[in-house]
Nanobody, 119 residues
């Protein structure tokens, strides 16, 4: 089993940056960040493989976001924040054999989430 604990959320001004971290009890082949705004579906933001060399981003954050993996700690940075970035952000891990993409069904382990509010 994999335990995931996110940190780094809070209130941020539009145009600013956020940096989120996820403490994972062990590494997996694929880790990702998702987010869910009120009354919206959970959507993938970015994913990265355990080798750290294959990162994918959602169109909504492409060009202003970076996902990185430091041992068992996937980190997410989003710059030039917009009001629409306001959401609960979740760290997720996919089991061996699952796909590795921004598809929530691939991921079986989820953190509790950390709230990000852009004002």
């Amino acid at each position: 089993d994999v335990q995931l604990v996110e940190s780094g959320g809070g209130s941020v001004q539009a145009g600013g940056s956020l940096r989120l971290s996820c403490a994972a009890s062990r590494s997996t082949l694929c880790m990702a960040w998702f987010r869910q705004a009120p009354e919206k579906e959970r959507e993938g933001v970015a994913k990265i493989t355990s080798t750290g060399d294959m990162a994918t981003y959602a169109d909504s954050v492409e060009g202003r976001s970076t996902i990185s993996l430091d041992k068992n700690i996937p980190r997410l940075e989003i710059d030039a924040l917009k009001h629409e970035d306001t959401a609960m952000y979740y760290c997720a891990a996919a089991p061996v054999g699952a796909g590795c993409g921004l598809v929530k069904d691939y991921f079986t382990h989820w953190g509790q989430g950390t709230q990000v509010t852009v004002s």
